[in-house]
C-alpha cells in the first residue's frame, strides 16, 4: 500500500517556476518508480517524468531542460521542479507510482489527488 499527496501547485505567470511535492506513506515506496502525469482540460493525461529508485530520470520531450524531477528517499517525499513555464503547460498534475519502470510510463498502480497548475500569459 503507498498513498501519496501533492502540493505546491498553484497560479504563476509564463516564464516563472513552481515546485510540486509528493508525500509518500508506505515502506514500499523507496523501492518504487514515481513520476508525474498531468491533464489539461479536453485533453489525454499525458506522461511527465518518472525517475527510478537509484535517481535514473526519464522526461516528456515536451519539458525536457525545463522540468527537473527528483526524490529524498528518506522524507519519502518526490518533487518536480517546474521553470520556465508556459500557459501550455497548465494542467492538473499527478504524482504516480510502480514497482516496475516500464508500468510508471504508463498505467502506475498508485497516484495522488492531483494539483492545479494555471501559467499565464
Known amino acids: 500500500q503507498v498513498q501519496l499527496v501533492e502540493s505546491g501547485g498553484g497560479l504563476v505567470q509564463a516564464g516563472g517556476s513552481l515546485r510540486l511535492s509528493c508525500a509518500a506513506s508506505?515502506?514500499?515506496?523507496?523501492?518504487?518508480?514515481m513520476g508525474w502525469f498531468r491533464q489539461a482540460p479536453g485533453k489525454e493525461r499525458e506522461f511527465v517524468a518518472r525517475?527510478?529508485?537509484?535517481?535514473?530520470?526519464y522526461y516528456a520531450d515536451s519539458v525536457k531542460g525545463r522540468f527537473f524531477i527528483s526524490r529524498d528517499n528518506a522524507k519519502k517525499t518526490g518533487y518536480l521542479e517546474m521553470n520556465s513555464l508556459r500557459p501550455e503547460d497548465t494542467a492538473v498534475y499527478y504524482c504516480?507510482?510502480?514497482?516496475?519502470?516500464?508500468?510508471?510510463?504508463?498505467?502506475?498502480?498508485?497516484w495522488g489527488q492531483g494539483t492545479q497548475v494555471t501559467v499565464s500569459s
Open positions: 525517475i527510478s529508485w537509484d535517481s535514473s530520470v
Open positions: 504516480a507510482a510502480d514497482p516496475s519502470l516500464v508500468v510508471m510510463l504508463t498505467t502506475p498502480a498508485y
Open positions: 508506505g515502506r514500499a515506496f523507496n523501492g518504487y518508480a
